[in-house]
């Protein structure tokens, strides 16, 4: 039996991003995290799973590593007892951990997706779980990401790129969604 409630599927929303921007980079979005909150709050109510991904950095450098404090998840976004946790080690949730095994054995189909940064994890996860056949929504007030400079030097906003994004995944791979709609949709539902 398929189960009617969506998954929650929150991405690497870790202290490491908060010391990118005491270090000066720019993001966008900057209610991203108050939105996950209100997800996650929802979610719960509602008893839909979560799953939390974390990503475990493998270069001596990474701000993500397991004993640099940007390893630890962000307060608002900490799992509650029970809610899988899966850590990652590159940029898809799906690559080398089990979140399409349980996905699979929960008889989940849909996943709301939110987290960090748009344009890498996010977007990486979002396009495999519509390439894996997942009914994906992508909830555009619920992540963010970084100013940048492109090959050419280019500077690019993160709101330019966020949006770029979300073009490229909207309907091909996920439906584009806001925090507010998800949560209307939740309560919607009926046990």
């Given at each position: 039996?398929?189960?009617?409630?969506?998954?929650?599927?929150?991405?690497?929303?870790?202290?490491?991003?908060?010391?990118?921007?005491?270090?000066?980079?720019?993001?966008?979005?900057?209610?991203?995290?108050?939105?996950?909150?209100?997800?996650?709050?929802?979610?719960?109510?509602?008893?839909?799973?979560?799953?939390?991904?974390?990503?475990?950095?493998?270069?001596?450098?990474?701000?993500?590593?397991?004993?640099?404090?940007?390893?630890?998840?962000?307060?608002?976004?900490?799992?509650?007892?029970?809610?899988?946790?899966?850590?990652?080690?590159?940029?898809?949730?799906?690559?080398?951990?089990?979140?399409e095994?349980?996905?699979?054995?929960?008889?989940?189909?849909?996943?709301?997706?939110?987290?960090?940064?748009?344009?890498?994890?996010v977007?990486?996860?979002?396009?495999?779980?519509?390439?894996?056949?997942?009914?994906?929504?992508?909830?555009?007030?619920?992540?963010?990401?970084?100013d940048?400079?492109?090959?050419?030097?280019?500077?690019?906003?993160?709101?330019?790129?966020?949006?770029?994004?979300?073009?490229?995944?909207?309907?091909?791979?996920?439906?584009?969604?806001?925090a507010?709609?998800?949560?209307?949709?939740?309560?919607?539902?009926?046990?």
């Amino acid at each position: 039996m398929i189960s009617p409630l969506p998954a929650l599927v929150v991405v690497d929303v870790q202290r490491a991003f908060d010391e990118w921007e005491a270090a000066g980079k720019r993001r966008n979005n900057p209610d991203a995290v108050a939105r996950i909150a209100d997800l996650l709050a929802a979610f719960r109510k509602r008893g839909a799973p979560i799953f939390h991904i974390r990503h475990e950095g493998t270069k001596p450098n990474s701000t993500f590593l397991p004993q640099n404090s940007g390893y630890t998840v962000k307060g608002e976004a900490r799992e509650a007892p029970g809610e899988a946790v899966i850590v990652k080690r590159v940029n898809s949730a799906f690559i080398g951990t089990d979140l399409e095994t349980r996905l699979r054995a929960g008889n989940i189909t849909t996943l709301v997706i939110c987290g960090a940064t748009t344009n890498h994890c996010v977007e990486t996860t979002t396009r495999m779980a519509g390439n894996l056949g997942f009914d994906a929504s992508l909830v555009r007030d619920a992540t963010w990401t970084f100013d940048r400079i492109g090959p050419d030097g280019d500077k690019h906003s993160a709101e330019e790129i966020h949006a770029m994004t979300l073009s490229n995944l909207n309907g091909e791979f996920a439906r584009i969604v806001s925090a507010a709609d998800v949560i209307a949709s939740l309560e919607a539902m009926r046990q």
